[in-house]
């Protein structure tokens, strides 16, 4: 006979583990940004004012699925695709989302050209990420950025939060990257985990040893891509088949750039 009351608290250790991986992802992601959810805040009211209540959302480089989280949260008839091809991340997403219904998750390159063949039948009302696309080369960003016009539908809308670099603010940058050095070091003195530091505590972690190995298959170090100005983003989504696009947020150093299809 099975005691349903070990059932419960190994679900409840389950459960507290990868949600704890989750919070912890965030926490890391939040030193290096701190201005995060302000970003996402936004994504969310300009999907809920562009698509409605009950939006069908691409989660691109969803990663452990941030994004998603806060959409589910914030529009419980929303649905979400998350894509991503970092196994420790998507197990991570995997556990953490094991009993949420409205997000799908797929592994996918977003460098290779057939990558969408593995979502879901579209269309989608909107395709949101942050912080991500930066990894690409500027030829797989081009490529991206057609693939998402033909993925949304006609008056969906796309959104980039990343970094967005400004030349000619150089005292703005300088005194924005003072600011946040001595907020890092504070939080680290309170126990945040830099990005090293972060997949240092993953290799101690034997239920994601597994998923490690196959990411060091695929990368063993974080190399950036290339970044643009909000402006060149602007130019090419216009370029690319979307009706409209802009800033809809931006900081000293990173901008939301949206466009609708």
Same mark, same amino acid.
């Given at each position: 006979?099975?005691?349903?009351?070990?059932?419960?608290?190994?679900?409840?250790?389950?459960?507290?583990?990868?949600?704890?991986?989750?919070?912890?992802?965030?926490?890391?992601?939040?030193?290096?940004?701190?201005?995060?959810?302000?970003?996402?805040?936004?994504?969310?009211?300009?999907?809920?004012?562009?698509?409605?209540?009950?939006?069908?959302?691409?989660?691109?480089?969803?990663?452990?699925?941030?994004?998603?989280?806060?959409?589910?949260?914030?529009?419980?008839?929303?649905?979400?695709?998350?894509?991503?091809?970092?196994?420790?991340?998507?197990?991570?997403?995997?556990?953490?989302?094991?009993?949420?219904?409205?997000?799908?998750?797929?592994? *996918?390159?977003?460098? #290779? =050209?057939?990558? /969408?063949?593995? +979502?879901? &039948?579209?269309?989608?009302?909107?395709?949101?990420? %942050?912080?991500?696309?930066?990894?690409?080369?500027?030829?797989?960003?081009?490529?991206?950025?057609?693939?998402?016009?033909?993925?949304?539908?006609?008056?969906?809308?796309?959104?980039?939060?990343?970094?967005?670099?400004?030349?000619?603010?150089?005292?703005?940058?300088?005194?924005?990257?003072?600011?946040?050095?001595?907020?890092?070091?504070?939080?680290?003195?309170?126990?945040?985990?830099?990005?090293?530091?972060?997949?240092? *505590?993953?290799?101690? #972690? =034997?239920?994601? /040893?597994?998923? +490690?190995? &196959?990411?060091?298959?695929?990368?063993?170090?974080? %190399?950036?891509?290339?970044?643009?100005?909000?402006?060149?983003?602007?130019?090419?989504?216009?370029?690319?088949?979307?009706?409209?696009?802009?800033?809809?947020?931006?900081?000293?150093?990173?901008?939301?750039?949206?466009?609708?299809?």
């Amino acid at each position: 006979m099975t005691d349903t009351r070990l059932d419960a608290t190994d679900t409840a250790a389950e459960r507290a583990h990868w949600d704890g991986w989750q919070r912890s992802w965030d926490a890391q992601q939040q030193w290096y940004l701190p201005d995060r959810e302000e970003r996402f805040r936004v994504m969310i009211d300009l999907v809920e004012a562009v698509a409605g209540p009950a939006p069908r959302v691409l989660d691109l480089a969803c990663g452990t699925g941030s994004i998603s989280e806060r959409l589910l949260a914030r529009l419980p008839r929303a649905v979400s695709v998350g894509v991503d091809q970092d196994p420790v991340l998507l197990t991570i997403a995997e556990g953490h989302f094991r009993t949420e219904s409205r997000l799908t998750l797929v592994t *996918a390159d977003l460098c #290779d =050209p057939h990558w /969408a063949a593995k +979502l879901p &039948a579209g269309p989608f009302d909107a395709a949101l990420t %942050a912080t991500a696309l930066h990894w690409l080369g500027t030829e797989d960003l081009l490529r991206l950025y057609g693939d998402l016009a033909g993925l949304l539908r006609p008056g969906g809308i796309f959104m980039n939060a990343d970094h967005s670099p400004q030349s000619d603010i150089p005292l703005l940058l300088a005194a924005d990257r003072a600011h946040r050095q001595r907020a890092q070091q504070e939080q680290q003195a309170a126990g945040v985990l830099d990005w090293r530091q972060w997949w240092e *505590a993953v290799g101690e #972690d =034997p239920r994601l /040893a597994e998923a +490690l190995t &196959a990411r060091r298959a695929l990368y063993d170090s974080h %190399a950036d891509g290339e970044s643009h100005a909000a402006e060149w983003h602007r130019s090419e989504l216009l370029r690319a088949g979307f009706s409209e696009a802009g800033v809809a947020w931006r900081s000293v150093t990173d901008a939301l750039v949206a466009a609708i299809r």
